[in-house]
């Protein structure tokens, strides 16, 4: 009994057999069209041609030679039913415009109705016979027809009719047709989008011939968009769902834009009524087709209507308050509506309207963070007047914003402080509000820690701003600032402990704000800096302390909070100079207490993580003492001789030794130098060999004892001494004298550093030497180069570079073997 496939089987197969073939036979034209050239080509012909390999049915094999694939048919198809649309629309239109006054009233009739009924008849026809892409040509070429019907119609029936009325009511009837028409073929494509887009312009254009004001149009733009959006919702084809949604979101935008510009500039709640009642028919359309919407389009209409619900409710009270309270009233009107989430909207639904309320809170917080940024930065301005007095105008006047309009500006703290609650309560109880709001998913940890981020933020830029909206005293300023810095910095160490590390971060940088800020605004008076400046030593000295007990707190944070302790401690010190009438170099002595304490500090902490961080701010005093002192170079010595004891007290830890040695040689070498330039000693070997010459014994007995030991520590120190000012004084020497005396004093530490392979003596000595040298060969240089002519100058430089430029290999071997020995020096 044989096996006989089901006729649909039997058929793929036959086609997939017919196909191999039509691709065999390609190919053996192909190659036969080959061989033909072949033959008839004058050279030698290749034995085997083009590469062979199996074509593929729908296009080249892997060989690379088969047939090249074919334009399909149908794109072909639809390009000449195009083309061929376009020319009867164009030739329709020319008849239309040019030729119609050739005819009489019968004559124009009978073309009419022949031509519209056979565009429309054709395509009933053409889908019974399969021809569908022919029947969407015919059917455009009628739509062009029936435009022109219309404006032939027009044009003879009606002239005197108005315009915009008579194409209202020709669109509208033009639309009714066409949706029939598009129900009753429904092999057509193209009618019912059509009809959509027609039905856009009939209540529109009714309007503007009416002479309809802004309410009327934007009610004919709500009426049409609730028409697109139930056409949305039951249409059966996918071209006009998205037809439709795309003219929902233009006419609907469209109506509630003209609907909220009316509502926002109505001169009382009376005239914000009308506006509202608009408003509110939009949001209902919107939640109405958003409960029956996919989730996407659900939450969108849910977000608009939340939108458009905020600005009708808002809008009337806020019509009757001051322009700077508008914004509380829209942000009141918005934590209202999220009462609405409970509702039986439907979970994208309530979800949309709960996105509204957040876009409605973030704008009115966008919109109140002007006066933030201008109390923010204001301090900036005490740099310039340090102790001037009070500033004029209390808090408004110490940030210079008098000028200001603060009466718009009052309700900004209350709009921070309200949306800073509202984020603070939806981060302390989530959990319950997400059961108590029902169809709302929980977004996760990250939204609210989130909102608890932006609660802290914004909370603290409404309590910034707030005694400058109140106008309070200077004084009252200054202390809210100070308390507000303490309070950011204790919800910090909070927030760390409660394992909000978002919050923590917030809390923290506006701590640091605060600081700044207080400091700054302090600079305005005397006591005032002192009382700012010690609190913050103590508060961040508190703080240091408590993040350090904090487990998970980080080492550098709690180094940067002692560091900037260590820095705001330096503010008073210097400052105390002054009160005393000290002259302002004089100043530095007072400075250098706090690299005194924090190197006892450093002593205390030892191995503490924050002690090297602590050590590292106490030399940056130390260092802004010297600057300080640079005004008065006996002051400086001074200065830099203090220096150098605290660097030699510090050396006598075993792990600071090797650093702190160093700072305190080379600190006390500057005091002796900035010493004998001052005294105006034209000598100073007579002054530094005395102490040379101890100090290199010293230094070959310790090389005795410990042959590990550095050449810089042992003779760095006492050569410097007396090589480096001498270096000085005959650079500044007319005589011939001391440089070539210094030249021979130079001129054996190269020696005995090459030979004993200390590095000490080799780099000091022919430093020395060089610039020695260099100091006397000045004057001969300058006498041959203005000798020369000017072109030898560049020639010779650019010679050196080709020379190094074709050596540089070699020359940088040279360089890493003289790095080399050098480091095998001691």
């Known amino acids: 009994m044989e096996h006989v496939p089901p006729p649909a089987e039997e058929l793929a197969l036959l086609d997939r057999e017919l196909a191999r073939l039509d691709a065999r036979r390609a190919q053996l034209l192909t190659r036969r069209a080959w061989l033909l050239r072949a033959l008839e080509a004058p050279g030698p012909a290749a034995p085997w041609g083009p590469p062979r390999g199996p074509v593929a049915p729908w296009g080249p094999g892997p060989g690379g030679f088969g047939p090249a694939r074919p334009a399909p048919e149908r794109s072909v198809q639809n390009v000449l039913l195009v083309l061929g649309g376009l020319l009867l629309a164009v030739a329709a239109l020319a008849f239309t415009l040019v030729s119609w006054g050739d005819l009489g009233i019968g004559g124009r009739s009978a073309v009419l109705t022949a031509v519209t009924a056979g565009a429309l008849a054709g395509p009933a026809v053409l889908l019974r016979r399969g021809l569908a892409a022919t029947a969407e040509a015919l059917a455009a070429v009628a739509a062009v027809l029936m435009v022109l019907d219309a404006y032939a119609v027009y044009a003879v029936a009606v002239p005197d009719a108005d315009g915009a009325a008579y194409s209202g009511t020709a669109a509208a009837v033009l639309a009714l047709l066409w949706a029939a028409y598009g129900l009753l073929l429904g092999g057509l494509r193209l009618p019912l989008p059509l009809a959509v887009v027609l039905a856009q312009l009939p209540l529109v254009l009714w309007v ?3 002479d309809g004001g802004p309410l009327w149009f934007s009610g004919a733009l709500l009426v049409t968009a609730a028409l ?12 006009v769902r998205v037809v439709a949604c795309v003219a929902l979101c233009a006419t609907g935008g469209a109506g509630l834009l003209v609907a909220l510009v009316e509502s926002l500039t109505a001169a009382g709640p009376a005239g914000a009524v009308a506006p509202g009642a608009l408003l509110l028919a939009g949001a209902a359309a919107a939640l109405a087709g958003a409960r029956r919407a996919p989730a996407p389009f659900a939450t969108a209409g849910g977000a608009v209507a939340g939108l458009a619900a905020v600005a009708a409710v808002g809008g009337v009270p806020a019509a009757g308050v001051p322009d700077g309270w508008r914004v509380l009233v829209y942000l009141l009107c918005s934590g209202a509506s999220v009462f609405a989430v409970r509702a039986p909207l439907g979970v994208a639904a309530a979800r949309g309207v709960a996105w509204a309320s957040a876009v409605v809170a973030a704008g009115a917080a966008l919109v109140s963070l002007a006066p933030v940024t201008v109390v923010a930065a204001g301090p900036v301005t005490r740099l310039g007047a340090v102790w001037s007095g009070a500033p004029r105008g209390g808090a408004r006047g110490a940030v210079g914003a008098t000028d200001l309009p603060w009466d718009g500006m009052a309700a900004a703290p209350v709009v921070l402080l309200l949306v800073a609650v509202a984020l603070g309560a939806a981060y302390r109880w989530w959990d319950g509000l997400l059961r108590w709001a029902g169809p709302v998913p929980a977004p996760g940890p990250a939204w609210r820690g989130a909102a608890g981020s932006a609660g802290v933020a914004l909370g603290w830029a409404g309590l910034l701003v707030l005694p400058a909206a109140l106008d309070l005293p200077f004084a009252a300023a ?32 506006a701590g640091v704000a605060g600081a700044v800020g207080a400091g700054l605004l302090s600079l305005a008076t005397e006591a005032a800096t002192y009382t700012a400046f010690g609190l913050l ?18 080492p550098a944070v709690v180094s940067a909070a002692a560091c900037a ?10 400052a105390l100079g002054a009160s005393l009438g000290f002259a302002v ?21 030892k191995g503490h993580p924050v002690a090297v961080p ?52 080379v600190l006390f070498v500057l005091a002796a130098w900035v010493r004998l330039a001052v005294s105006g000693v034209s000598a100073p070997e007579a002054y530094t060999l005395p102490v040379t010459v101890p100090a290199v014994v010293v230094g070959v007995l310790r090389r005795r004892r410990d042959p590990a030991a550095s050449s810089w520590a042992a003779y760095g120190a006492g050569l410097a001494v007396t090589l480096v000012p001498s270096l000085g004084a005959a650079w500044t020497d007319l005589g011939w004298t001391r440089p070539l ?19 000490a003596l080799l780099v000091l000595g022919g430093a020395v030497l060089a610039l020695d040298a260099l100091h006397e060969l000045a004057p001969y240089v300058v006498q041959v180069a203005g000798a020369l002519p000017r072109w030898v100058a560049p020639a010779r430089a650019g010679a050196l570079l080709l020379a190094v430029g074709a050596t540089y290999e070699k020359r940088l071997r040279d360089a890493r073997r003289l790095r080399e020995a050098l480091g095998r020096m001691r």
Do not use: H, K, M, N
């Not at 030399?619 to 002192?629: D, L, R, S, Y």
């Not at 005396?741 to 590095?759: D, E, F, T, Y």
């Open 208 to 210: 503007w011939a009416a």
């Open 614 to 665: 602590v050590e590292a701010a106490g030399a940056a005093a130390g260092a802004v003492a010297v600057a300080i002192a640079a005004a008065d170079a006996r002051f400086l010595a001074l200065v830099l001789a203090l220096c150098g004891v605290l660097a030699a007290a510090t050396a006598l830890r075993a792990e600071r030794r090797p650093f702190a040695g160093y700072a305190a040689t």
């Open 565 to 574: 302790a260590v820095g705001c401690a330096v503010v008073p010190l210097a």
């Open 537 to 554: 030593v103590v508060v961040l000295v508190a703080l240091a302390v408590a993040l350090d007990r904090q487990e998970g707190a980080s």
């Open 741 to 759: 005396l210094l030249g021979v004093a130079a001129r054996g530490g190269p020696r005995a550093g090459a030979r004993l392979r200390l590095q």
């Open 228 to 239: 697109d959006g139930a056409v949305a919702l039951t249409a059966a084809r996918a071209s």
């Open 478 to 509: 200054q202390a809210w600032q100070l308390v507000l810095t303490v309070a950011a910095f204790g919800l910090a160490v909070a927030g760390l402990r409660a394992g909000a590390r978002g919050v923590a971060v917030t809390a923290g940088a």
């Open 585 to 605: 170099y004089e100043a530095a002595v007072p400075v250098l207490a706090v690299p005194a304490v924090t190197a006892l500090l450093g002593a205390r902490l």
